[in-house]
């Protein structure tokens, strides 16, 4: 084998206390992909970032094509060769897919500091056929689907080769943990293409996927990369107990619920409709149960959850709690009935990131927290410390800012929200499980599971089939806006299969 | 089923997350406010010892009062991440009724001034929530209409002459300190309360860092928003009315040259403008360095033109040196 495209040699990074990368090496080949697994918080995305100018090592080398490099900035690294494809997708929405992928560089289209169009689409469609993506270079950046954004990204990443005329080395953070069945099959199948001409590093929780397209995977704890494995050689089990130092729970990491629900009904929905979005759907959400909707993205589940919690209008259609028709215009009324809401987008809906973990948690019920006008703040701090013993958080005080906990403890900061209120009845899960590592993922498992079987009503949706199977006790499948499958808790569970067919 | 969630053995060690954001310069942050007042009254008491006296002080306070009223309504709209520019504009109108209305129906003229200016902003407030539009525009406007109603109704200076006495005693002293600056303090401390220890402040707070966060944990940031702008009403009309104390007449530009140094105040004690950060204390002392600067550039006989560049300088500095940059990449 030649000389590693890219070596990393004793890379670290702190953050004020935090050691967030210790003394990190490893190395990538040409053509190869590689992957990165590990907890949240354990360090890659930090090592991704240094290798992409956007933070800046302590110590240690990064080696590229046998020279060392210290990107300052993205634009940096660009010119030595490494193209980085965020979390956060960094497109602007109001352009061409052209003027994204050839922004900072135009080189030709760019005469005069004026575009010449038709040059910028040529150059702009080279990289798209590199992907084979059928995205036209013209079209507004906003018009595309999320995937079609991903991929978009990537061939900007690949743009690159023609600067340094040198393999590229691609790192995908990420690429697929937004993304539904079709758009992830669309993602790992371009990261195989993408090996035909360039180094790839692709980091992903799902481990299935890792196992699928990495040559080698690279596995990092508390900082440190402790292992590397070749694909042949192991399988998620190895992989789960690298990563964790231990054996997941088969109980909480699988299991469905086996118990069935109470008899009385908490939720019900008659021919709730929106326009453009759903419609007709009707279904009866019991005390005690979890009720799962199965859907691809855009299918109308998220907007149905959201008509559920006053986020958005339902057009027509009757929503009954507890007997009684409810109306609800906004989310502060559904939260006066009782019913709570976990957003899929944590970071921008689901906590106030510059506030502290305790004005988080007691947000929704201030008005129980009352004494005379004012808010008990003894009491709050101890209702507060509480649920952060019950849910195991891990943060430093209950004053730190919700936005340095890891998405594990956000997400449980985002459920303690909810579970403080008194007469919480139904709880409603947008992707509770999204961006947690499997850790995380276990401990939400067995949080939704108590909560049913501590009376709530839980409707959820949740990232893939096979978790809406573990999850729930009954499943609704969603497509194209009306209610496409029923599977009753009182019927066996559904196979993947089986629900899958009434999605596609 | 054991519900024994696999978990860490010890709770309360440090996060394993490691995007703590960095610390360092907070203190100086934080207290640059204070060190800038400190600094400019020590600087210009030796430039000018009378400036120190008790008497000079006192009238730096009575100087500060308007200012602190409008400063400490705009602070509450500011951490909602809003602003309301009409505040001076309702101020002048405020005086001008408070001027046509005292001598004709006596002190209950003064409640139906301050229920008007209440009801002025409550309806910015509104037309800025339910029309979606953002409240620097709908003030903006505010602006603009109060001033020509003040103007069309008001033509020139009012003199207030029967019934004086129900808006006098703002402009005298009680044991050495103005009743303006008492009643301005007063006020302070009211709202500076309400932020810190009833559930519209933790909303105002939610808000202004992450609105849709706020409004997805249940928070009804419409009604908390029309509330805040129901105060900035409330505050101009009660800065009229200390204006026409101080006048002993209302005029329809009274509180005209008072907007960019109330926006200051609140900026440069620290305040951040993009929301969700800040305080009334910090605005006190933003209220107090505006005012030393006004009431000293007089004293050293600087030319009065040059009062709105030592604004402009102190606010870009504030900004630069207070602004959150982790939160706010995106500035608009």
Same mark, same amino acid.
């Given at each position: 084998?030649?000389?590693?495209?890219?070596?990393?040699?004793?890379?670290?990074?702190?953050?004020?206390?935090?050691?967030?990368?210790?003394?990190?090496?490893?190395?990538?080949?040409?053509?190869?992909?590689?992957?990165?697994?590990?907890?949240?918080?354990?360090?890659?995305?930090?090592?991704?970032?240094?290798?992409?100018?956007?933070?800046?090592?302590?110590?240690?080398?990064?080696?590229?094509?046998?020279?060392?490099?210290?990107?300052?900035?993205?634009?940096?690294?660009?010119?030595?060769?490494?193209?980085? =494809? #965020?979390?956060?997708?960094? *497109?602007?929405?109001?352009?061409? &897919? /052209?003027?994204? +992928?050839?922004?900072?560089?135009? @080189? !030709?289209?760019?005469?005069?500091?004026?575009?010449?169009?038709?040059?910028?689409?040529?150059?702009?469609?080279?990289?798209?056929?590199?992907?084979?993506?059928?995205?036209?270079?013209?079209?507004?950046?906003?018009?595309?689907?999320?995937?079609?954004?991903?991929?978009?990204?990537?061939?900007?990443?690949?743009?690159?080769?023609?600067?340094?005329?040198?393999?590229?080395?691609?790192?995908?953070?990420?690429?697929?943990?937004?993304?539904?069945?079709?758009?992830?099959?669309?993602?790992?199948?371009?990261?195989?293409?993408?090996?035909?001409?360039?180094?790839? =590093? #692709?980091?992903?929780?799902? *481990?299935?996927?890792?196992?699928? &397209? /990495?040559?080698? +995977?690279?596995?990092?704890?508390? @900082? !440190?990369?402790?292992?590397?494995?070749?694909?042949?050689?192991?399988?998620?089990?190895?992989?789960?107990?690298?990563?964790?130092?231990?054996?997941?729970?088969?109980?909480?990491?699988?299991?469905?619920?086996?118990?069935?629900?109470?008899?009385?009904?908490?939720?019900?929905?008659?021919?709730?409709?929106?326009?453009?979005?759903?419609?007709?759907?009707?279904?009866?959400?019991?005390?005690?149960?979890?009720?799962?909707?199965?859907?691809?993205?855009?299918?109308?589940?998220?907007?149905?959850?959201?008509?559920?919690?006053?986020?958005?209008?339902?057009?027509?259609?009757?929503?009954?709690?507890?007997?009684?028709?409810?109306?609800?215009?906004?989310?502060?009324?559904?939260?006066?009935?009782?019913?709570?809401?976990?957003?899929?987008?944590?970071?921008?809906?689901?906590?106030?990131?510059?506030?502290?973990?305790?004005?988080?948690?007691?947000?929704?019920?201030?008005?129980?927290?009352?004494?005379?006008?004012?808010?008990?703040?003894?009491?709050?701090?101890?209702?507060?410390?509480?649920?952060?013993?019950?849910?195991?958080?891990?943060?430093?005080?209950?004053?730190?800012?919700?936005?340095?906990?890891?998405?594990?403890?956000?997400?449980?900061?985002?459920?303690?929200?909810?579970?403080?209120?008194?007469?919480?009845?139904?709880?409603?899960?947008?992707?509770?499980?999204?961006?947690?590592?499997?850790?995380?993922?276990?401990?939400?498992?067995?949080?939704?599971?108590?909560?049913?079987?501590?009376?709530?009503?839980?409707?959820?949706?949740?990232?893939?089939?096979?978790?809406?199977?573990?999850?729930?006790?009954?499943?609704?499948?969603?497509?194209?806006?009306?209610?496409?499958?029923?599977?009753?808790?009182?019927?066996?569970?559904?196979?993947?299969?089986?629900?899958?067919?009434?999605?596609? | 089923?054991?519900?024994?969630?696999?978990?860490?053995?010890?709770?309360?060690?440090?996060?394993?997350?490691?995007?703590?954001?960095?610390?360092?310069?907070?203190?100086?942050?934080?207290?640059?406010?204070?060190?800038?007042?400190?600094?400019?009254?020590?600087?210009?008491?030796?430039?000018?010892?009378?400036?120190?006296?008790?008497?000079?002080?006192?009238?730096?306070?009575?100087?500060?009062?308007?200012?602190?009223?409008?400063?400490?309504?705009?602070?509450?709209?500011?951490?909602?991440?809003?602003?309301?520019?009409?505040?001076?504009?309702?101020?002048?109108?405020?005086?001008?009724?408070?001027?046509?209305?005292?001598?004709?129906?006596?002190?209950?003229?003064?409640?139906?001034?301050?229920?008007?200016?209440?009801?002025?902003?409550?309806?910015?407030?509104?037309?800025?929530?339910?029309?979606?539009?953002?409240?620097?525009?709908?003030?903006?406007?505010?602006?603009?209409?109060?001033?020509?109603?003040?103007?069309?109704?008001?033509?020139?200076?009012?003199?207030?002459?029967?019934?004086?006495?129900?808006?006098?005693?703002?402009?005298?002293?009680?044991?050495?300190?103005?009743?303006?600056?008492?009643?301005?303090?007063?006020?302070?401390?009211?709202?500076?309360?309400?932020?810190?220890?009833?559930?519209?402040?933790?909303?105002?707070?939610?808000?202004?860092?992450?609105?849709?966060?706020?409004?997805?944990?249940?928070?009804?940031?419409?009604?908390?928003?029309?509330?805040?702008?129901?105060?900035?009403?409330?505050?101009?009309?009660?800065?009229?009315?200390?204006?026409?104390?101080?006048?002993?007449?209302?005029?329809?530009?009274?509180?005209?040259?008072?907007?960019?140094?109330?926006?200051?105040?609140?900026?440069?004690?620290?305040?951040?403008?993009?929301?969700?950060?800040?305080?009334?204390?910090?605005?006190?002392?933003?209220?107090?360095?505006?005012?030393?600067?006004?009431?000293?550039?007089?004293?050293?006989?600087?030319?009065?033109?040059?009062?709105?560049?030592?604004?402009?300088?102190?606010?870009?500095?504030?900004?630069?040196?207070?602004?959150?940059?982790?939160?706010?990449?995106?500035?608009?």
């Amino acid at each position: 084998m030649t000389e590693p495209v890219l070596r990393v040699e004793g890379l670290s990074k702190s953050f004020a206390a935090v050691r967030a990368l210790d003394d990190v090496s490893l190395d990538v080949r040409s053509r190869e992909v590689v992957g990165l697994i590990g907890e949240n918080g354990a360090g890659k995305s930090t090592l991704l970032k240094v290798l992409a100018g956007v933070l800046r090592a302590d110590r240690g080398r990064v080696i590229v094509h046998g020279a060392p490099v210290s990107p300052a900035n993205v634009a940096a690294a660009a010119a030595c060769g490494i193209g980085i =494809v #965020f979390q956060e997708q960094a *497109l602007l929405p109001n352009v061409t &897919v /052209a003027e994204n +992928i050839l922004l900072g560089h135009e @080189g !030709r289209a760019l005469r005069t500091g004026f575009y010449d169009w038709r040059t910028l689409y040529a150059l702009a469609a080279t990289q798209l056929e590199k992907l084979g993506a059928e995205i036209s270079p013209s079209a507004l950046t906003a018009t595309l689907s999320f995937a079609e954004r991903q991929l978009v990204e990537i061939a900007r990443a690949l743009a690159i080769e023609e600067r340094t005329r040198r393999e590229p080395i691609i790192l995908l953070d990420e690429p697929t943990s937004m993304l539904d069945v079709n758009g992830i099959e669309t993602v790992l199948g371009q990261i195989e293409r993408l090996r035909r001409r360039a180094s790839v =590093v #692709f980091v992903s929780h799902r *481990l299935d996927e890792v196992l699928r &397209v /990495a040559d080698r +995977i690279w596995v990092m704890v508390n @900082g !440190r990369c402790i292992a590397m494995r070749e694909r042949a050689m192991c399988d998620i089990a190895d992989l789960e107990r690298l990563m964790l130092g231990r054996e997941l729970d088969a109980g909480c990491q699988q299991q469905a619920p086996s118990s069935t629900h109470g008899p009385k009904v908490r939720l019900s929905v008659r021919e709730l409709g929106r326009r453009n979005s759903y419609r007709g759907v009707s279904f009866d959400l019991h005390a005690g149960e979890v009720l799962g909707i199965a859907e691809l993205a855009g299918s109308g589940g998220e907007s149905l959850c959201r008509a559920l919690f006053g986020a958005e209008r339902a057009d027509v259609g009757e929503i009954i709690l507890d007997g009684r028709p409810v109306r609800l215009r906004e989310p502060a009324e559904a939260v006066g009935h009782g019913i709570g809401y976990v957003p899929a987008e944590r970071r921008l809906e689901g906590v106030v990131g510059g506030l502290g973990v305790r004005q988080n948690m007691t947000l929704a019920h201030l008005d129980e927290l009352r004494r005379g006008p004012f808010i008990d703040v003894v009491g709050e701090l101890r209702l507060v410390k509480n649920w952060i013993d019950r849910l195991r958080i891990r943060t430093p005080t209950a004053e730190t800012p919700a936005n340095s906990l890891s998405g594990g403890n956000q997400q449980k900061v985002v459920l303690a929200k909810w579970l403080i209120g008194r007469k919480l009845k139904v709880l409603i899960l947008d992707h509770p499980t999204r961006g947690l590592d499997i850790g995380a993922k276990a401990e939400m498992f067995a949080l939704i599971h108590k909560l049913a079987r501590d009376g709530l009503g839980v409707l959820l949706v949740a990232d893939t089939v096979d978790e809406v199977i573990a999850l729930s006790h009954s499943i609704i499948v969603m497509k194209d806006g009306v209610v496409s499958g029923r599977f009753p808790a009182s019927a066996a569970k559904p196979s993947r299969l089986q629900v899958l067919e009434r999605m596609l | 089923m054991a519900p024994a969630p696999p978990t860490n053995q010890s709770p309360a060690i440090p996060p394993d997350d490691h995007v703590l954001r960095p610390r360092a310069g907070w203190a100086a942050k934080r207290f640059a406010p204070l060190v800038v007042l400190l600094s400019l009254l020590i600087a210009v008491g030796a430039i000018e010892p009378s400036f120190l006296s008790p008497y000079a002080l006192n009238v730096l306070a009575d100087e500060s009062s308007v200012i602190l009223i409008l400063a400490t309504a705009q602070t509450v709209v500011i951490l909602l991440g809003g602003i309301d520019l009409s505040m001076t504009a309702v101020a002048s109108l405020a005086s001008v009724l408070t001027a046509l209305a005292l001598p004709a129906i006596g002190p209950s003229a003064l409640v139906g001034v301050l229920a008007l200016t209440t009801l002025i902003g409550a309806v910015q407030g509104l037309i800025h929530t339910r029309g979606q539009a953002p409240s620097f525009i709908v003030t903006l406007a505010g602006l603009g209409a109060w001033s020509g109603l003040a103007l069309t109704i008001g033509q020139t200076t009012i003199p207030v002459a029967a019934g004086y006495s129900a808006v006098g005693w703002l402009a005298r002293s009680s044991i050495g300190v103005p009743n303006s600056f008492c009643l301005a303090l007063a006020a302070l401390i009211a709202l500076a309360v309400a932020l810190r220890w009833l559930p519209f402040g933790r909303h105002v707070y939610a808000i202004g860092m992450a609105e849709r966060a706020a409004m997805l944990s249940g928070v009804p940031v419409g009604r908390v928003k029309i509330l805040g702008f129901a105060l900035t009403g409330l505050f101009s009309g009660l800065a009229g009315l200390a204006m026409v104390a101080r006048s002993s007449s209302g005029s329809p530009t009274i509180a005209d040259s008072l907007l960019l140094p109330t926006i200051a105040a609140v900026v440069i004690g620290g305040t951040s403008i993009t929301g969700g950060v800040g305080g009334l204390g910090r605005t006190f002392i933003g209220a107090l360095t505006i005012t030393v600067l006004r009431v000293a550039l007089a004293t050293i006989g600087l030319d009065p033109a040059y009062e709105p560049i030592a604004y402009g300088v102190l606010v870009i500095a504030a900004v630069a040196l207070t602004i959150d940059r982790s939160n706010a990449q995106i500035v608009k």
